[in-house]
């Protein structure tokens, strides 16, 4: 599904989860002219919004945010952030519209992959009369671009590696389980599941410490959307945590699609990687095909 946009003039809530992309699409809204009202979700408090409108939620306490949402007025919502936990049956607080899908809700929570519990966060507010709206929507600039974004362009063997790695993430993608890859000399060492990018990092650099995989070739990590992602939640995401993490793990770079990821802290990032002599390359959308050498 594609992105919907966002009205510089209309009303607009954040729902905060962790991380930096919250922070910079509240600025980003602010900046247009439309203060944001932030939810920030209680379990995953990564930012002070002292200076926003704003109050916390647990995560499943639907009916106290949509009653927020009626109260001033804002029909449009941004799912933003990080959620590295889920309700259980005592933090459900459904409002009276959805509580006979509570059964539907709870298998999903228990069972269903992040994209599932997405479209169901998705469904929730829309049933409300909510439309969500993509972070890109209202910071546009976090988009990666097409092509070399730093000094360092992926060689012939990386070239391989970002082949076999986005074949890879498209795969585990379509089954819901991740959207990231690591291939190392041709071969896909790593697969991002549930613990996320960093911690898949951490995997592929105690591998190599302790010799069960190559030390003589770098490799590329790619993340790409999930085939089937909304394209309103969740894109795949990369900013100076990984390129450090991806240094440290050994590997020659990241590659990502062009427009369908986002780069935090653009300038550090890039600064990062040129200074560890990392690659970052944003990828065709929809191609696996290798980028130019």
């Not at 730093?150 to 970002?162: H, K, L, M, Q, S």
């Not at 999930?226 to 990241?254: F, H, N, Y």
Request: net charge neutral; proline share 5%.
């Amino acid at each position: 599904m594609s992105a919907a946009s966002a009205s510089g003039s209309e009303p607009v809530a954040i729902i905060a989860g962790n991380g930096r992309l919250p922070f910079y699409v509240a600025e980003a809204a602010r900046q247009a002219g439309t203060p944001p009202f932030i939810i920030q979700l209680r379990s995953e408090r990564s930012h002070d919004w002292t200076d926003f409108d704003h109050m916390e939620a647990d995560i499943g306490a639907f009916r106290p945010v949509v009653t927020a949402l009626q109260k001033r007025g804002i029909r449009k919502v941004v799912l933003s952030g990080g959620v590295t936990t889920r309700p259980d049956l005592f933090g459900l607080r459904p409002t009276a519209r959805v509580f006979l899908s509570l059964p539907s809700i709870l298998k999903k929570l228990k069972s269903g992959g992040d994209d599932k519990v997405l479209r169901m966060v998705i469904d929730l507010f829309e049933r409300h009369g909510f439309e969500i709206i993509a972070a890109q929507a209202i910071a546009g600039d976090l988009l990666a671009t097409t092509g070399v974004l730093g000094t360092v362009a992926p060689d012939r063997e990386a070239i391989g590696d970002i082949r076999a790695a986005a074949e890879a993430a498209r795969t585990i993608g379509a089954m819901d389980i991740g959207q990231g890859a690591v291939s190392l000399g041709g071969r896909v060492v790593a697969l991002e599941g549930a613990e996320g990018t960093d911690q898949m990092l951490e995997r592929v650099r105690t591998m190599r410490e302790s010799g069960r995989i190559s030390r003589k070739h770098r490799g590329a990590l790619v993340k790409l959307c999930k085939p089937q992602q909304d394209l309103r939640a969740d894109l795949p995401s990369i900013g100076p945590e990984t390129v450090r993490a991806a240094s440290a793990a050994g590997l020659g770079g990241i590659a990502v699609e062009a427009g369908r990821a986002l780069v935090l802290d653009r300038a550090e990032t890039i600064a990062e990687a040129d200074r560890a002599g990392l690659f970052l390359y944003g990828l065709e959308p929809d191609e696996i095909a290798a980028p130019a050498s």
